[in-house]
């Protein structure tokens, strides 16, 4: 059992670490090691809340255990994870693709903790290619209204 619950903290590790990458490369506030850090994290309190108590489970047969539990502070924390990477600066809003990858980055690590490895690959997946297209149609639209602009002062 020990090798699985290691190939799932490993698992959610790189899938973690990967929207880190992506997330360090554009230089955002939360890079490698937050997501890593994160998803690493997530898994190992699912882990723990799924066979952590099996011990108090075998003392008291009255004592009732719901890993559900742990799942939802988990998403509680990253809350205030996320919150801090949310900056409020001359009347605009920065941060908050980077706090909504901390809180996917948890929910890829809570599952890869419980065993989902396929759903939580392409999750992943998922993830870079939302990043990466937003960014790729976000260029491609700043060079248009910039063609637009120059057109524009051309013409008077």
């Known amino acids: 059992m020990t090798t699985e619950f290691i190939l799932r903290i490993f698992v959610a590790s790189i899938l973690g670490g990967a929207i880190g990458l992506e997330r360090e490369y554009r230089a955002k506030e939360a890079g490698f090691r937050t997501h890593f850090l ?3 994290g997530s898994a190992l ?3 723990v809340s799924q066979f952590g108590f099996d ?3 075998d003392i008291s047969q009255q004592v009732k255990l719901d890993p ?3 799942a939802a502070q988990v998403v509680t924390g990253i809350g205030f994870i996320g919150a801090g990477t949310i900056i409020f600066q001359k009347n605009a809003v920065r941060g908050l693709t980077t706090a909504a990858g901390v809180w996917v980055t948890a929910a890829i ?4 903790g419980s065993g989902m490895y396929v759903l939580s690959t392409v999750c992943t997946v998922l ?3 939302g ?3 937003f960014n790729f149609f976000l260029r491609r639209f700043d060079r248009l209204r910039k063609n637009e602009e120059n057109n524009d002062k051309s013409e008077e």
């Not at 690590?109 to 890869?112: K, Q, R, S």
């Open 45 to 47: 309190f699912m882990i």
């Open 131 to 133: 990043l990466e297209a």
């Open 127 to 129: 993830v870079l290619l």
């Open 55 to 57: 011990e108090a489970l």
């Open 68 to 70: 559900s539990r742990v």
């Open 38 to 40: 994160v998803a690493l």
């Open 109 to 112: 690590g809570l599952a890869c």
